[in-house]
């Protein structure tokens, strides 16, 4: 009987895998590749997504240090 119940929790949890690993990873690509604006690093030019980037003097970077880096030695 415990066996059954075993059996029972192995289906369930291989079920919840498959079906979290089907929506997750089309649903990521979909909204958040197409439906928000990609911005370039003046630094090192990366594109990243706008919500990701720090925005600093008009321009767009990818991390912290990039804006440090820039900002003490510019172009
Ligand atoms: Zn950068």
Same mark, same amino acid.
């Given at each position: 009987m415990s066996r059954l119940l075993f059996l029972a929790v192995i289906a369930a949890v291989v079920y919840w895998l498959l079906k979290s690993y089907r929506t997750k990873l089309p649903k990521d690509e979909d909204t958040s590749g197409q439906a928000e604006d990609m911005v370039r =690093?003046?630094? =090192?030019g990366v594109h990243l997504p706008i919500h990701e980037s720090i925005l600093a003097g008009g321009n767009y970077y990818c991390s912290v240090e990039h804006r440090r880096v820039h900002i003490d030695k510019p172009e």
């Open positions: =690093c003046v630094h =090192c």
